[in-house]
């Protein structure tokens, strides 16, 4: 495993971390045992991931509630990131939402405490002045949020406390590169990346959008006829897939898994603090941290840049992959 600094801060993250959202199971992702989920934490531990992302918004605090027993013995030797809602954001409920959390985790300080996704009618300097008590209370230990784009971050910077932002971001899906990646460089603000495999569609498993699971088939990559798609695009399927094309037959001639590179490829951009990968058992954590250990050479990045071009041309300089508008 591989470890930099989160951003501005002191904080030292694995470059691979562990996301928590599917811990509880839904009908996308199917059920989840809770003993599964903590003997995958243990193997993400074992392999020296370092970084645990939760939020309370998952499963309403379950998923921090099984992360926190999880990690009970190791507490001082992790880092533990979890998020607030954007309904909590007002001064009280955001300082409740802290407790809350610390409860549910069984611990007394976060790591790294985000905004899950901005508000436009909580004032920044509200939500703010409570994250800012409640580091120096010592509750927190850094300020990040998620999901901001570069007006949102604009609302955030004059308080120079933010190190790090959440973000979508892979191969297949690379809107940040525009600007919001670029302005969190200049700022000193580390990106952590959600969606790292494209929901699976870079673990090379699929040979067509016909093949991939129908409820995750949402983002603007698919069409919008595809079952709970939001965007209204006609979206990019065979670039998509042309592309996927041109990754796999790359990694067969580097003899790598194409999901451990694709996650070394988001590890080697410029700006990449950590990749969240999620897991559901402990084979799956040890898989993610193996894209750690590919170093690819820089013909080898630039041909899988070139490889997905298409698509980030096609798609643009909107961060959200699943709809219009709401980072900005």
Request: proline share 2%.
């Amino acid at each position: 495993m591989k470890y930099r600094k989160l951003g501005s801060s002191n904080l030292e993250v694995s470059v691979v971390a562990l996301g928590c959202m599917t811990f509880t199971g839904d009908s996308n992702w199917g059920p989840q045992a809770e003993k599964d989920s903590i003997e995958t934490v243990r193997a993400a531990y074992d392999a020296g991931i370092t970084l645990y992302d939760t939020a309370e918004g998952y499963a309403d605090g379950l998923t921090e509630r099984i992360l926190g027993k999880a990690l009970s013995a190791d507490r001082s030797r992790v880092l533990i990131a979890s998020k607030v809602s954007a309904s909590n954001l007002t001064r009280d409920k955001l300082i409740q939402s802290c407790e809350a959390s610390l409860k549910r985790l069984g611990t007394d300080y976060l790591d790294l405490y985000q905004i899950h996704w901005p508000s436009r009618e909580i004032p920044m300097e509200e939500t703010m002045e409570a994250m800012l008590r409640l580091k120096e209370q010592g509750k927190i230990r850094e300020i990040g949020v998620s999901n901001f784009g570069v007006l949102d971050l604009d609302t955030v910077l004059p308080y120079n406390a933010v190190v790090s932002n959440q973000l979508a971001y892979n191969m297949l899906f690379r809107g940040i590169e525009y600007s919001v990646l670029p302005k969190c460089s200049a700022n000193g603000i580390g990106v952590l990346t959600y969606s790292s495999l494209a929901q699976g569609l870079l673990s090379g498993k699929y040979k067509t959008a016909d093949d991939f699971p129908v409820g995750r088939a949402r983002t603007k990559i698919f069409s919008k006829n595809r079952e709970g798609a939001r965007h209204g695009q006609d979206g990019c399927e065979a670039l998509a897939f042309a592309a996927i094309d041109k990754i796999r037959a790359i990694c067969a001639d580097i003899g790598e898994d194409m999901a451990d590179v694709a996650l070394a490829w988001s590890i080697a951009q410029i700006g990449i603090s950590s990749v969240i990968a999620g897991g559901r058992t402990a084979a799956q954590a040890q898989q993610n941290a193996k894209g750690a250990d590919i170093t690819l050479t820089p013909d080898v990045l630039k041909e899988l840049s070139a490889a997905t071009d298409a698509v980030k041309d096609y798609l643009g300089d909107d961060a959200d992959p699943w709809a219009f508008g709401r980072i900005r």
